[in-house]
Protein backbone atom coordinates (compact mmCIF):
# COMPACT_ATOMS: atom_id res chain seq x y z
CA UNK A 1 0.00 0.00 0.00
CA UNK A 2 1.26 3.41 -1.06
CA UNK A 3 2.75 5.55 1.66
CA UNK A 4 1.99 9.45 2.95
CA UNK A 5 4.24 11.47 -0.04
CA UNK A 6 7.06 13.26 1.61
CA UNK A 7 7.07 17.08 2.06
CA UNK A 8 8.97 16.79 -0.92
CA UNK A 9 7.07 14.88 -3.11
CA UNK A 10 3.64 16.52 -1.86
CA UNK A 11 5.33 20.23 -3.29
CA UNK A 12 6.18 18.68 -6.20
CA UNK A 13 10.22 19.05 -5.43
CA UNK A 14 11.51 16.17 -7.60
CA UNK A 15 13.35 16.58 -10.71
CA UNK A 16 12.67 13.61 -12.23
CA UNK A 17 9.41 13.02 -13.55
CA UNK A 18 9.19 9.32 -13.53
CA UNK A 19 9.45 9.27 -9.56
CA UNK A 20 6.77 12.52 -8.46
CA UNK A 21 3.71 12.29 -7.18
CA UNK A 22 2.18 13.46 -10.71
CA UNK A 23 3.80 10.34 -12.59
CA UNK A 24 2.82 7.71 -10.11
CA UNK A 25 -0.78 9.09 -10.22
CA UNK A 26 -0.61 9.13 -13.81
CA UNK A 27 0.36 5.97 -14.01
CA UNK A 28 -2.56 4.33 -12.37
CA UNK A 29 -1.25 4.83 -8.52
CA UNK A 30 -3.32 4.92 -5.42
CA UNK A 31 -2.14 7.62 -3.21
CA UNK A 32 -2.36 6.63 0.33
CA UNK A 33 -3.23 9.60 3.72
CA UNK A 34 -3.61 7.34 6.76
CA UNK A 35 -4.84 10.50 7.96
CA UNK A 36 -7.05 13.45 6.00
CA UNK A 37 -4.23 15.91 5.35
CA UNK A 38 -6.98 18.78 5.56
CA UNK A 39 -9.75 19.82 7.94
CA UNK A 40 -13.20 17.56 7.50
CA UNK A 41 -16.71 18.20 8.82
CA UNK A 42 -16.52 17.51 12.71
CA UNK A 43 -18.80 17.44 15.61
CA UNK A 44 -22.51 18.24 14.90
CA UNK A 45 -21.51 18.69 11.05
CA UNK A 46 -20.36 15.05 10.70
CA UNK A 47 -23.20 13.50 12.79
CA UNK A 48 -25.65 15.39 10.48
CA UNK A 49 -23.92 14.07 7.24
CA UNK A 50 -24.07 10.45 8.64
CA UNK A 51 -27.89 11.24 9.23
CA UNK A 52 -28.43 12.27 5.50
CA UNK A 53 -30.33 9.45 3.32
CA UNK A 54 -30.85 9.45 -0.51
CA UNK A 55 -34.27 10.64 -1.95
CA UNK A 56 -35.26 7.65 -4.16
CA UNK A 57 -33.25 4.68 -5.22
CA UNK A 58 -32.99 6.34 -8.56
CA UNK A 59 -30.33 7.79 -7.24
CA UNK A 60 -26.55 6.42 -6.57
CA UNK A 61 -24.84 9.40 -5.19
CA UNK A 62 -25.77 12.71 -3.25
CA UNK A 63 -24.18 15.46 -5.31
CA UNK A 64 -23.05 18.75 -5.04
CA UNK A 65 -21.91 21.07 -7.71
CA UNK A 66 -19.34 23.46 -6.81
CA UNK A 67 -20.01 25.42 -10.12
CA UNK A 68 -23.84 26.23 -9.35
CA UNK A 69 -23.61 25.79 -5.66
CA UNK A 70 -26.62 23.33 -5.81
CA UNK A 71 -26.72 19.91 -3.86
CA UNK A 72 -28.85 17.24 -5.45
CA UNK A 73 -29.95 13.53 -5.05
CA UNK A 74 -30.58 13.74 -0.93
CA UNK A 75 -34.03 13.17 0.73
CA UNK A 76 -35.38 16.52 1.56
CA UNK A 77 -36.90 17.03 5.17
CA UNK A 78 -37.05 20.77 5.16
CA UNK A 79 -35.36 24.06 3.49
CA UNK A 80 -32.81 24.16 6.95
CA UNK A 81 -31.84 20.81 6.25
CA UNK A 82 -30.97 21.50 2.86
CA UNK A 83 -29.53 24.72 3.42
CA UNK A 84 -27.11 23.41 5.95
CA UNK A 85 -26.47 20.08 3.51
CA UNK A 86 -25.62 22.43 1.26
CA UNK A 87 -23.30 24.64 3.48
CA UNK A 88 -20.87 21.13 4.83
CA UNK A 89 -20.72 19.99 0.86
CA UNK A 90 -19.24 23.12 -0.04
CA UNK A 91 -16.92 23.89 2.87
CA UNK A 92 -15.60 20.29 1.71
CA UNK A 93 -15.07 20.86 -1.23
CA UNK A 94 -13.39 24.26 -0.46
CA UNK A 95 -10.99 22.50 2.04
CA UNK A 96 -10.43 19.70 -0.53
CA UNK A 97 -9.64 21.98 -3.17
CA UNK A 98 -7.18 24.23 -1.50
CA UNK A 99 -4.85 21.21 -0.12
CA UNK A 100 -5.03 19.72 -3.45
CA UNK A 101 -4.25 22.94 -5.20
CA UNK A 102 -0.65 23.30 -3.07
CA UNK A 103 -0.58 19.58 -3.29
CA UNK A 104 -0.48 19.63 -7.31
CA UNK A 105 -0.07 23.02 -7.97
CA UNK A 106 0.59 21.65 -12.16
CA UNK A 107 -3.00 20.62 -12.35
CA UNK A 108 -4.82 23.51 -10.27
CA UNK A 109 -3.82 26.24 -12.93
CA UNK A 110 -5.98 24.77 -15.47
CA UNK A 111 -8.34 22.33 -13.79
CA UNK A 112 -12.26 22.10 -13.92
CA UNK A 113 -13.96 21.15 -10.69
CA UNK A 114 -16.22 18.37 -11.07
CA UNK A 115 -18.98 17.29 -8.60
CA UNK A 116 -18.55 16.31 -4.93
CA UNK A 117 -20.25 13.14 -3.83
CA UNK A 118 -21.37 11.73 -0.93
CA UNK A 119 -21.77 7.93 -0.65
CA UNK A 120 -24.29 7.12 2.48
CA UNK A 121 -24.90 3.61 1.38
CA UNK A 122 -23.25 0.43 1.92
CA UNK A 123 -21.82 -0.59 -0.73
CA UNK A 124 -21.28 -4.44 0.01
CA UNK A 125 -25.45 -4.64 -0.25
CA UNK A 126 -26.35 -2.21 -2.95
CA UNK A 127 -28.42 -3.24 -5.77
CA UNK A 128 -27.78 -1.24 -8.89
CA UNK A 129 -27.79 -2.37 -12.38
CA UNK A 130 -24.47 -3.97 -13.66
CA UNK A 131 -23.50 -0.25 -15.35
CA UNK A 132 -24.09 1.43 -12.35
CA UNK A 133 -21.67 -1.22 -9.90
CA UNK A 134 -19.45 -0.28 -8.17
CA UNK A 135 -18.20 -3.49 -6.66
CA UNK A 136 -17.01 -4.63 -10.30
CA UNK A 137 -13.53 -3.19 -11.35
CA UNK A 138 -13.75 -0.87 -13.79
CA UNK A 139 -12.14 2.45 -15.41
CA UNK A 140 -14.13 5.85 -14.88
CA UNK A 141 -16.27 7.32 -17.48
CA UNK A 142 -19.06 9.84 -17.22
CA UNK A 143 -21.90 9.06 -19.04
CA UNK A 144 -23.54 12.73 -18.74
CA UNK A 145 -19.91 14.78 -18.69
CA UNK A 146 -17.15 13.83 -21.63
CA UNK A 147 -13.83 15.04 -21.21
CA UNK A 148 -12.64 15.25 -24.88
CA UNK A 149 -9.25 13.72 -22.90
CA UNK A 150 -9.30 15.72 -19.45
CA UNK A 151 -7.66 13.63 -16.78
CA UNK A 152 -10.31 12.12 -14.47
CA UNK A 153 -8.46 13.08 -10.48
CA UNK A 154 -10.48 11.83 -7.65
CA UNK A 155 -10.01 12.75 -4.28
CA UNK A 156 -12.13 10.39 -1.61
CA UNK A 157 -12.38 10.11 2.14
CA UNK A 158 -13.54 7.96 4.29
CA UNK A 159 -16.16 10.04 7.00
CA UNK A 160 -17.35 6.09 8.46
CA UNK A 161 -16.53 6.47 11.99
CA UNK A 162 -15.62 2.99 12.69
CA UNK A 163 -15.37 1.00 9.98
CA UNK A 164 -13.36 0.62 6.88
CA UNK A 165 -13.81 1.44 3.11
CA UNK A 166 -13.15 -1.53 1.13
CA UNK A 167 -11.39 -0.91 -2.61
CA UNK A 168 -10.05 -3.63 -5.31
CA UNK A 169 -7.63 -2.45 -8.14
CA UNK A 170 -6.39 -4.50 -10.71
CA UNK A 171 -4.46 -3.35 -13.74
CA UNK A 172 -3.83 0.28 -15.26
CA UNK A 173 -5.68 1.37 -17.90
CA UNK A 174 -3.01 0.48 -20.75
CA UNK A 175 -2.46 -3.21 -19.72
CA UNK A 176 -5.98 -3.95 -20.10
CA UNK A 177 -6.54 -2.13 -23.14
CA UNK A 178 -3.69 -4.37 -24.43
CA UNK A 179 -5.76 -7.41 -23.52
CA UNK A 180 -9.22 -6.04 -24.19
CA UNK A 181 -9.34 -2.88 -26.72
CA UNK A 182 -10.55 -4.81 -29.29
CA UNK A 183 -12.91 -6.97 -28.22
CA UNK A 184 -14.57 -3.59 -26.64
CA UNK A 185 -14.37 -2.07 -29.75
CA UNK A 186 -12.08 0.29 -31.00
CA UNK A 187 -12.67 3.91 -32.41
CA UNK A 188 -12.95 3.56 -36.19
CA UNK A 189 -13.09 6.69 -38.51
CA UNK A 190 -17.09 8.49 -37.89
CA UNK A 191 -18.61 8.41 -41.56
CA UNK A 192 -19.98 12.02 -42.55
CA UNK A 193 -23.72 12.39 -42.65
CA UNK A 194 -26.22 14.29 -41.54
CA UNK A 195 -27.85 13.12 -38.46
CA UNK A 196 -25.01 14.29 -36.08
CA UNK A 197 -25.45 18.06 -37.37
CA UNK A 198 -28.80 17.94 -37.16
CA UNK A 199 -29.01 16.56 -33.55
CA UNK A 200 -26.90 19.13 -32.42
CA UNK A 201 -29.29 21.96 -34.15
CA UNK A 202 -31.51 20.94 -31.90
CA UNK A 203 -28.88 20.41 -28.74
CA UNK A 204 -27.05 22.90 -29.39
CA UNK A 205 -25.54 23.29 -25.14
CA UNK A 206 -25.16 19.20 -25.39
CA UNK A 207 -21.33 18.64 -25.10
CA UNK A 208 -20.19 16.44 -28.28
CA UNK A 209 -18.94 13.45 -27.09
CA UNK A 210 -15.63 12.37 -28.94
CA UNK A 211 -14.64 8.96 -30.22
CA UNK A 212 -12.37 8.90 -27.13
CA UNK A 213 -15.45 9.02 -24.45
CA UNK A 214 -17.54 6.82 -26.61
CA UNK A 215 -14.59 4.31 -25.93
CA UNK A 216 -14.10 5.14 -22.57
CA UNK A 217 -18.13 4.41 -21.67
CA UNK A 218 -17.69 1.16 -24.01
CA UNK A 219 -15.11 -0.02 -21.93
CA UNK A 220 -16.21 0.91 -18.45
CA UNK A 221 -18.77 -1.55 -19.52
CA UNK A 222 -17.20 -4.18 -21.43
CA UNK A 223 -15.16 -4.31 -18.25
CA UNK A 224 -18.04 -5.01 -15.94
CA UNK A 225 -19.58 -7.22 -17.63
CA UNK A 226 -16.56 -9.66 -18.73
CA UNK A 227 -17.22 -12.50 -15.80
CA UNK A 228 -13.63 -14.26 -16.83
CA UNK A 229 -11.61 -10.72 -15.90
CA UNK A 230 -14.21 -10.33 -12.17
CA UNK A 231 -13.40 -13.17 -11.39
CA UNK A 232 -9.72 -14.19 -12.25
CA UNK A 233 -7.95 -10.93 -13.18
CA UNK A 234 -5.53 -9.75 -10.67
CA UNK A 235 -6.44 -7.78 -7.72
CA UNK A 236 -5.02 -5.50 -4.77
CA UNK A 237 -7.24 -5.21 -2.26
CA UNK A 238 -6.53 -1.68 -0.22
CA UNK A 239 -8.32 -1.01 3.74
CA UNK A 240 -9.12 2.90 3.82
CA UNK A 241 -9.29 3.50 7.59
CA UNK A 242 -12.00 6.09 9.17
CA UNK A 243 -10.45 9.23 9.04
CA UNK A 244 -8.45 8.73 5.90
CA UNK A 245 -7.87 9.81 2.22
CA UNK A 246 -6.56 8.62 -1.49
CA UNK A 247 -5.98 10.05 -4.51
CA UNK A 248 -6.43 8.67 -7.99
CA UNK A 249 -6.70 9.33 -11.41
CA UNK A 250 -9.57 7.20 -12.15
CA UNK A 251 -9.67 6.93 -15.86
CA UNK A 252 -6.34 4.91 -15.38
CA UNK A 253 -6.63 3.18 -12.31
CA UNK A 254 -9.06 0.34 -12.31
CA UNK A 255 -10.96 -0.11 -9.39
CA UNK A 256 -13.77 -1.25 -7.35
CA UNK A 257 -16.00 -0.46 -3.91
CA UNK A 258 -16.32 -3.73 -2.22
CA UNK A 259 -17.38 -2.38 1.57
CA UNK A 260 -18.01 0.49 3.32
CA UNK A 261 -20.44 3.85 3.92
CA UNK A 262 -20.08 7.25 4.60
CA UNK A 263 -17.42 8.79 1.71
CA UNK A 264 -16.62 11.72 0.65
CA UNK A 265 -15.42 12.08 -2.74
CA UNK A 266 -14.46 15.41 -5.30
CA UNK A 267 -13.83 14.67 -8.92
CA UNK A 268 -11.36 17.13 -11.05
CA UNK A 269 -10.93 17.24 -14.83
CA UNK A 270 -7.19 17.93 -15.18
CA UNK A 271 -6.41 19.56 -18.79
CA UNK A 272 -3.98 17.44 -21.03
CA UNK A 273 -1.69 19.95 -21.41
CA UNK A 274 -0.64 19.69 -17.19
CA UNK A 275 0.14 16.49 -17.25
CA UNK A 276 3.60 15.18 -16.74
CA UNK A 277 3.15 12.25 -18.75
CA UNK A 278 1.00 13.08 -21.35
CA UNK A 279 2.09 10.27 -24.11
CA UNK A 280 0.88 7.66 -21.17
CA UNK A 281 -1.99 9.15 -20.80
CA UNK A 282 -5.66 7.17 -22.02
CA UNK A 283 -6.02 8.92 -25.13
CA UNK A 284 -2.73 9.22 -26.25
CA UNK A 285 -2.72 5.11 -25.39
CA UNK A 286 -5.91 4.96 -27.31
CA UNK A 287 -4.39 6.38 -30.69
CA UNK A 288 -1.27 4.45 -30.52
CA UNK A 289 -3.60 1.57 -30.57
CA UNK A 290 -5.95 1.92 -33.28
CA UNK A 291 -4.38 4.39 -35.54
CA UNK A 292 -6.64 7.54 -35.35
CA UNK A 293 -7.53 10.84 -33.97
CA UNK A 294 -9.41 10.10 -30.83
CA UNK A 295 -9.94 13.57 -29.57
CA UNK A 296 -12.40 16.44 -31.08
CA UNK A 297 -10.11 19.47 -32.06
CA UNK A 298 -11.24 22.78 -31.62
CA UNK A 299 -12.28 24.61 -35.03
Known amino acids: MALKPTVAEAGVALTAPAFSLEARLERGGVEYFPVCPFTLPEGEDHLFLLEQRLASRAHKNIS ?31 QATSWLARTLPRYARTWRLDRVSFRPEEEATRRLRLKARNDLIHVDAFPSRPTNGHRILRLFVNINPSEPRIWATSEPFGKLLERFGRAAGFPTTPRAGWTRHVLRLFRPGRMRRSPYDAFMLRFHDFLKANDEFQEHGPKRFWTFAPGSAWLAFTDVASHAVLRGRYALEHSYFVTPETLALPDESPPALLERACGMTVLNRAA
Not at 66 to 74: E, K, Y
Request: proline share 3%; hydrophobic share 40%; aromatic share 10%.
Open 64 to 94: YDPNTGRAAGFARISASQSERLRIVLATFAQ
